[in-house]
Every structure is written in structure tokens, then in C-alpha cells.
């Protein structure tokens, strides 16, 4: 692994959630793999447990790491080639780069999409101009359209619960479903989700949404989509929660219905489902009470195996310097 960027830099799915679970075992096992080295933790939109579970993360593998609010702390950046800089951009990442890549030995940053240009977004041009320009491996902590270290969490936390059955299932129904929401959210995390269970290859796949919500096909293809969520539920044995905005005409919100709430009611379609969510969760929007204080829920084991994920990945990228 030289990067971490989506599911295309993994090789074996299973294998890094296996070392995952090792570390959960034993946190300290590699710890003189980061001695001596640092991690540059760049955050240009606000971060909990991505932050901490990565600082963590490292410091597990004796890394020291630095954390830098690019658009609090740091000077304003501009990643356009070619660009003029008489406006409010104070430095180019050809020069800001470069220099992060002299100070640290990784770095990992998260950037958001702006949620006006698809196109935009969807070049990823943030983080891939990082990659270019820093000389060392880059971490994505979230980018404009997907969050690799999110989704090996998922994929993490499905095994682990899959383990603990007293019945092993070879091979379970997981079902995304889209949820209300408040305000505008990208579709990173449920493009994520779609991309790692769709490499993974070991479930039968499912994303449900309201009619006008496809998220972008090289992210879905593979899963069975329906805008039938009952449909969709029926003895489904993850299920995970998610809201996001238009993907066809970018960045709306065409509807905000309620029904879409994952209730008690529904969940008596599937097989005792757990469920899933990356948090923070807008309770009695996204998730009922009920479902979130319920012994289905994930959500509080699943935002602690972001250490383990965290630190399956950069005791690879250590382990090729």
C-alpha cells in the first residue's frame, strides 16, 4: 500500500480487517513500527472521531502526530494549476506540499465537497493534488466524494458482529438506506459504503432511496437498488443509515419525508438487523431513539473500531517506507 485513498488501494479486504481485529487484540503489538516518525493531520472542514481515532491510532505505533486546522490555523491554499493569485489565496500547494512531505513522514488530511460543482467534486482535485505534490503517503480522512477509513470501519465492525453469531451466516443481506436530513450532506460516506461492500463481495447488496436520490453508478454497480424501502428491509441483517443529497441535479434536497426514519416498526421486517450509522446522527431524523438505544445498534462499537481501522492502514503505509 502506498496511499490511501478509496478501496482500490487495498489489496485483500479481509486480510487488513483481520490485522484490524489483531490490534484490537493488541493495540501495542507494532509499537516500535512508527518510532521516530510523524504524521501531519490536515483538516480542511471540522473532525471528532476521525481526528482522535487517528491520532491514536498512531501513537499506538509510536508515531507522534501533529494536527494542523488548514482552514483555521494555516494560510489559504490554492490548488488550481496555472492560477493567478491576486485574490484571498495566500500560498499554491506546489509550494505548500512539498514542504509538509520534508516535515512529515505521512500525512492524512480530509477535505469536504462544496456541494455547487459536481464536476469539481468529483475530480477530487484537493486531495489529489496532495498526492502529487507532498512525496510521501497520503492518507484520505474523508475527501469530496468518498471516506475509505469510514468504510474499512464498517467493513470491520459487519465482520466482527458476524463472528459473534451464534449461528454463522455465510452470507448476510446488507442494506443501505437513505434518511431524512436537516441540510445538504455530500455522498461521501454512502459512496464509500457502496464501493468497499461491492469489492468485498462477500454480502448481498441492497441501497434504497427515495425516487431522484441514485448516488453515481461506478460507486453502486454491482448492488440491487430499489426506491421500495420496505422492500429493501426485508430480512436484511445490517442495515446502514445514511443521509445524502442529490447526486443528477447536484446538491438539492428534494424531499425530507420522515417515513424514511428507521423505526422500531420497521425493523420487524428484518432479521433482527443491526444497525449501522458513522455518526454524528441527527436523532429523531436520521435514527429514532428506539433504534439507537436499541441492543441493535452498532453505532458506538462501530465508532470505536476506527482506531483499529486507522491503525491497520498506517501500519501498512509504515511497513513500505
Known amino acids: 500500500m502506498n496511499q490511501f485513498i478509496s478501496v482500490h488501494d487495498v489489496s485483500d479486504i479481509n486480510a487488513i480487517v483481520a490485522k484490524a481485529l489483531a490490534y484490537k487484540s493488541n493495540p501495542f503489538a507494532d509499537r516500535q513500527l512508527g518510532a521516530g516518525k510523524k504524521i501531519g493531520l490536515l483538516f480542511l472542514n471540522p473532525s471528532m472521531r476521525t481526528r482522535l481515532s487517528t491520532q491514536i491510532a498512531a501513537?499506538?505505533?509510536?508515531?507522534?502526530?501533529?494536527?494542523?486546522?488548514?482552514?483555521?490555523?494555516?494560510?489559504?491554499?490554492e490548488f488550481e494549476e496555472g492560477a493567478i493569485m491576486s485574490g484571498s489565496k495566500v500560498e499554491h500547494i506546489k509550494d505548500a506540499a512539498p514542504i509538509l512531505g520534508k516535515y512529515f513522514d505521512l500525512l492524512a488530511m480530509r477535505t469536504f465537497p462544496s456541494l455547487?460543482?459536481?464536476?469539481?467534486?468529483?475530480?477530487?482535485?484537493?486531495?489529489?493534488?496532495?498526492?502529487?505534490?507532498?512525496?510521501?503517503?497520503?492518507?484520505?480522512?474523508?475527501?469530496?466524494?468518498?471516506?475509505?477509513?469510514?468504510?474499512?470501519?464498517?467493513?470491520?465492525?459487519?465482520?466482527?458482529?458476524?463472528?459473534?453469531?451464534?449461528?454463522?451466516?455465510?452470507?448476510?443481506?446488507?442494506?443501505?438506506?437513505?434518511?431524512?436530513?436537516?441540510?445538504?450532506?455530500?455522498?461521501?460516506?454512502?459512496?464509500?459504503?457502496?464501493?468497499?461492500?461491492?469489492?468485498?463481495?462477500?454480502?448481498?447488496?441492497?441501497?434504497?432511496?427515495?425516487?431522484d436520490y441514485e448516488l453515481d453508478e461506478k460507486f453502486t454497480?454491482?448492488?440491487?437498488?430499489?426506491?421500495?424501502?420496505?422492500?429493501?428491509?426485508?430480512?436484511?441483517?445490517?442495515?446502514?443509515?445514511?443521509?445524502?443529497?442529490?447526486?443528477?441535479?447536484?446538491?438539492?434536497?428534494?424531499?425530507?419525508?420522515?417515513?424514511?426514519?428507521?423505526?422500531?416498526?420497521?425493523?420487524?421486517?428484518?432479521?433482527?438487523?443491526?444497525v449501522l450509522h458513522c455518526l454524528p446522527v441527527r436523532r429523531n431524523v436520521e435514527l429514532s431513539d428506539e433504534i439507537l438505544d436499541s441492543p441493535n445498534s452498532l453505532t458506538t462499537e462501530e465508532a470505536g473500531n476506527r482506531v483499529w481501522a486507522a491503525q491497520a492502514v498506517l501500519s501498512e503505509l509504515l511497513s513500505n517506507k
Not at 68 to 74: A, F, P, Q, Y
Not at 137 to 156: F, G, K, M
Request: charged share 20%; with cysteine.
Open 59 to 77: 501513537s499506538n505505533l509510536g508515531m507522534e502526530s501533529i494536527v494542523l486546522n488548514v482552514d483555521k490555523e494555516g494560510w489559504a491554499l
Open 221 to 274: 454497480k454491482g448492488a440491487t437498488i430499489t426506491i421500495d424501502q420496505d422492500e429493501a428491509l426485508k430480512d436484511a441483517d445490517f442495515i446502514y443509515v445514511k443521509n445524502w443529497s442529490t447526486y443528477t441535479d447536484y446538491g438539492k434536497i428534494y424531499e425530507n419525508d420522515l417515513r424514511w426514519m428507521l423505526t422500531s416498526e420497521k425493523m420487524a421486517l428484518t432479521n433482527q438487523a443491526k
Open 116 to 211: 455547487m460543482n459536481k464536476e469539481e467534486d468529483y475530480s477530487e482535485l484537493f486531495i489529489n493534488q496532495f498526492i502529487k505534490y507532498a512525496g510521501v503517503p497520503v492518507v484520505s480522512l474523508e475527501s469530496a466524494t468518498l471516506h475509505p477509513l469510514q468504510s474499512l470501519t464498517d467493513i470491520i465492525t459487519i465482520q466482527e458482529s458476524m463472528l459473534q453469531l451464534p449461528i454463522k451466516k455465510s452470507r448476510p443481506k446488507i442494506v443501505l438506506t437513505w434518511a431524512p436530513h436537516v441540510k445538504v450532506l455530500p455522498q461521501c460516506v454512502a459512496n464509500s459504503f457502496a464501493q468497499w461492500v461491492n469489492a468485498w463481495g462477500e454480502a448481498d447488496f441492497v441501497i434504497t432511496h427515495p425516487q
